[in-house]
Structure formats: structure tokens, C-alpha cells
């Protein structure tokens, strides 16, 4: 059976509910509560890539020139030396020139951060982002 869900009130300025609200048009949500859960989730999230104790979870998405000579040796040799699980990545040729690769990494905070910079950082990547995430038992 489902976790018992406990009722609250909040008192909000009118100007922030109409922001609030207006987000949950915007995102399709089917009400208050579901964007607020949310927002809570991404605050534990945040706060557990604060921590360095806790393993967290990112993916690194790239877009690069597969043409740029050793680029893919590098990141390989980058993936390789850090002290971060890699558990999946997905490469996709975009076109002649760009590939697109996801790289899904558990580990600590500060080692997935530096190996998201360094891959982020070589000749030849036009764009590199980090997703942050992580479990969230809530």
C-alpha cells in the first residue's frame, strides 16, 4: 500500500500563487501539489550534490566533432582515470561532422563535476551539459 499523504496549508503573497499556478499550466501538471513535490525532490537533489558523502547520479551529454583527431581517445582516457562509475553512454551520429553522446555516472559529487569540465573543456566538444540527479526515497 501507498505512503499515507498528509495535508498542509501554506499562505502564499497573491503574486507568487499566480506564479505558481501560472507554472503549473506551463508544465501540464494536474495540480499544485504535483509541482511542489517536485520542487521539493530537486531541493534533496541539490542538497545531496552539496554533500560529498553522499553517491549521486549524472549524465553528461555531449555534442562534439568527430572529426577533431584524438578527441575520442581523450575522453575515453578522461572517463577512464576518474574515480567515478560510468554506467552506460549512447553515441549518436547527428551528421557528417557531430556526434551526440549521453554518459550516465554514479559516483561523488565533486569527481562527476570534474569529469563533466574536463570532457566539457577538450578541442572539438561545441556543447557539454550536466543533469544532475539522484535516489530520492521520497
Do not use: A
Amino acid at each position: 500500500m501507498g505512503e499515507k499523504t498528509i495535508r498542509f496549508s501554506v499562505s502564499l503573497p497573491e503574486d507568487l500563487l499566480k506564479e505558481l499556478d501560472s507554472r503549473v499550466i506551463k508544465k501540464g501538471y494536474s495540480s499544485r501539489s504535483e509541482l511542489i513535490r517536485d520542487l521539493i525532490r530537486e531541493l534533496i537533489i541539490e542538497e545531496k550534490w552539496d554533500s560529498e558523502t553522499e553517491e549521486v547520479f549524472g549524465v553528461l551529454t555531449i555534442i562534439y566533432d568527430h572529426h577533431q583527431r584524438d578527441l575520442t581517445r581523450k575522453m575515453i582516457d578522461i572517463q577512464h582515470s576518474k574515480y567515478v562509475n560510468i554506467l552506460c553512454s549512447t553515441h549518436v551520429h547527428l551528421d557528417h561532422n557531430n556526434c551526440l553522446e549521453t554518459i550516465i555516472i554514479k559516483g561523488k559529487p565533486s569527481e562527476i563535476e570534474k569529469l563533466s569540465i574536463e570532457i566539457g573543456g577538450l578541442k572539438g566538444v561545441k556543447f557539454s551539459k550536466l543533469t544532475k540527479s539522484s535516489k530520492v526515497e521520497l
